[in-house]
């Protein structure tokens, strides 16, 4: 496929609003993920900071639905149709600053190839969806000021503010304040102040002498006081859950190491990770033509990021979108060395068949995703008792929340009706999915109160929904809803805390008329011990 160089702009606004109307009309029609649905509670009780996260995914949920005025699935991914296309434009932007316009497209056509960006934050609303925003914005900023910087400026700091031109010294501002917001965004984005360290200190200390990189770290640090004071407030749980989850020792256990590498290849797009690792060599032996400073920015940046959690993968799971920013940076690479394969003659260039290749990898991916999620053909699950159906089917955790909720008002409506259970009576269960899925798809259309009796290790964030809501009082009688794919007895696990638990119901979740999981209903009455913090170890 030949493209004229002056019609590189008109490729590049047909591909984000492609782009942007896919993802706008799948994020419309998709039910949340477990995930997605519990960052909905960010915005719903907004903080300083949170158990899991930063703040700023709820914060940018809030903004693209006005503070929850406009609340369906549409609206609260918003923020992921509108911030992942805007990343095309960067993305497009620092290949054109790195080398020319060609290279920017091939970038921004490798970026909207990746499921990482597409999916992941350009569909779902995740904590990666603000994250890659500024995480673009910073390493740009950062590739203009190395780049961009006069080079005497460079070699020859004298420790005086005049020794930098003010245009340029913006940069490096601007960094650390993108810098600051990504970190705000997700803890991951502190890589972005390991690459800036990583670089100064093997190609370029002189920099140390520069006061604007000490304001350029305060910045940062500014951005990141909600964090400090929330974990400060709460006793820094949420840097000791992350810290179980990437701890340095453990037992040696390459399964997970594979399932991590296994990840990063789907994840990124099997023909962008291919390329990512050539383009990496690549680069190590000189082949790439690309500006030298933001090459070596790249390697720095990127590197690290994927290699410590290549490295956590060794002991513990880990999840392999935590490192895929680091991949979106290796596109920059990637399309540079494409570049030299295919150079513009006559005002013209190709489109590299490995982009098409990767683009029809994205759209078969999608594809088959959202027709697995809506019909279930590929039988993924083989349990077929009861209690166990739909157990190994990752899809049904995006699928058949709203066919519960038109199921269980009914239910619901004939217990109340017998006088087994009370209209005030609320929702309670043990970990934060299923509580938010029921939180937002159940409670909320019936006008129903959803807590949380468990640890807060699986509780997370419902421990402080607890207090929103008024916290439990003695004698009150709640719902437990468990469904067949995460079956949970209430009458093992709450048997401390309820007089009497029963079973009044089992409601089937069919998908192209067969049942694809059970959801059983119980009634808890008589709350006879107020919950505390934690369980005893028994229960959990």
């Known amino acids: 496929m030949s493209i004229k160089e002056r019609n590189i702009n008109k490729i590049l606004i047909g591909l984000m609003a492609f782009s942007a109307v896919i993802r706008g009309v799948l994020a419309a029609g998709l039910e949340f993920g477990n995930d997605e649905v519990y960052y909905w509670t960010y915005a719903l009780y907004p903080d300083w900071s949170h158990y899991d996260h930063p703040p700023m995914v709820g914060w940018v949920i809030q903004l693209f639905s006005l503070n929850l005025l406009?609340?369906?699935?549409?609206?609260?991914?918003?923020?992921?149709?509108?911030?992942?296309?805007s990343n095309t434009y960067i993305i497009y932007r620092i290949g054109k600053?790195?080398?020319?316009?060609?290279a920017g497209l091939y970038a921004a056509l490798l970026y909207t190839a990746?499921?990482?960006?597409?999916?992941?934050?350009?569909?779902?609303?995740?904590?990666?969806?603000?994250?890659?925003?500024?995480?673009?914005?910073?390493?740009?900023?950062?590739?203009?000021?190395?780049?961009?910087?006069?080079?005497s400026a460079r070699n020859d700091f004298d420790g005086t503010l005049c020794v930098i031109a003010r245009?340029?010294?913006?940069?490096?501002i601007l960094f650390g304040l993108f810098a600051g917001l990504a970190m705000l965004s997700k803890y991951s984005g502190v890589f972005l102040w390991v690459g800036m360290g990583l670089y100064i200190l093997i190609f370029s200390r002189k920099e140390l002498k520069?006061?604007?990189?000490?304001?350029?770290?305060?910045?940062?640090?500014?951005?990141?006081?909600?964090?400090?004071y929330w974990n400060i407030q709460n006793h820094f749980v949420s840097f000791a859950f992350h810290g179980d989850r990437v701890g340095l020792f453990g037992k040696?256990?390459?399964?997970?190491?594979?399932?991590?590498?296994?990840?990063?290849?789907?994840?990124?797009?099997?023909v962008n990770f291919i390329l990512a690792i050539v383009a990496v060599v690549a680069a190590f032996k000189g082949k790439i033509r690309i500006d030298k400073p933001a090459l070596r920015l790249i390697l720095c940046t990127a590197l690290p990021l994927i290699a410590i959690f290549l490295f956590f993968s060794l002991t513990r799971p880990t999840l392999p979108h935590w490192n895929a920013p680091a991949y979106c940076l290796i596109i920059l690479l990637t399309a540079c060395m494409l570049c030299d394969k295919n150079p513009i003659q006559n005002g013209q260039f190709r489109i590299p068949k490995s982009i098409v290749a990767a683009l029809c990898v994205l759209a078969l991916t999608?594809?088959?995703?959202?027709?697995?999620?809506?019909?279930?053909?590929?039988?993924?699950?083989?349990?077929?008792?009861?209690?166990?159906?739909?157990?190994?089917?990752?899809?049904?955790?995006?699928?058949?929340?709203?066919?519960?909720?038109?199921?269980?008002?009914a239910l619901r409506e004939q217990k109340i009706a017998e006088g087994v259970m009370r209209e005030e009576d609320g929702i309670v269960a043990n970990q934060w999915f299923p509580l938010a899925n029921l939180d937002y798809y159940v409670?909320?259309?019936?006008?129903?109160?959803?807590?949380?009796?468990?640890?807060i290790d699986k509780l997370h964030k419902y421990l402080w929904i607890n207090e929103e809501r008024g916290g439990f009082h003695l004698g009150e009688d709640f719902w437990f809803l468990t469904d067949s794919r995460y079956f949970k007895d209430p009458c093992v696990l709450y048997q401390w805390f309820f007089k009497e638990i029963t079973l009044v119901g089992a409601i089937e979740i069919e998908r192209c008329g067969k049942a694809a999981k059970h959801c059983f209903v119980y009634s808890c009455k008589g709350l006879r011990s107020v919950p505390t913090v934690s369980l005893p170890p028994e229960t959990k």
């Not at 305060?218 to 964090?227: G, N, Q, R, V, Y």
């Open 114 to 151: 990746s499921v990482y960006a597409f999916v992941i934050t350009g569909i779902f609303i995740m904590p990666d969806t603000p994250l890659m925003l500024f995480w673009l914005l910073a390493f740009w900023m950062a590739a203009r000021y190395f780049s961009g910087l006069p080079r």
């Open 167 to 172: 245009h340029e010294a913006i940069h490096l």
């Open 210 to 228: 520069n006061p604007y990189l000490y304001l350029s770290i305060l910045i940062s640090a500014i951005c990141c006081i909600p964090i400090l």
């Open 443 to 455: 409670a909320r259309p019936l006008g129903m109160k959803v807590m949380g009796i468990g640890h």
């Open 366 to 409: 999608v594809g088959i995703g959202i027709a697995e999620i809506n019909t279930g053909l590929i039988p993924l699950d083989r349990h077929t008792e009861a209690e166990q159906l739909g157990r190994d089917d990752f899809t049904l955790d995006m699928y058949g929340w709203r066919q519960l909720e038109t199921k269980f008002a």
């Open 97 to 102: 600053d790195l080398r020319d316009a060609q």
């Open 70 to 85: 406009f609340d369906s699935e549409f609206f609260i991914r918003l923020a992921s149709i509108i911030l992942m296309t």
């Open 252 to 270: 040696l256990n390459f399964a997970t190491l594979g399932t991590e590498i296994a990840g990063e290849f789907f994840y990124n797009n099997p």
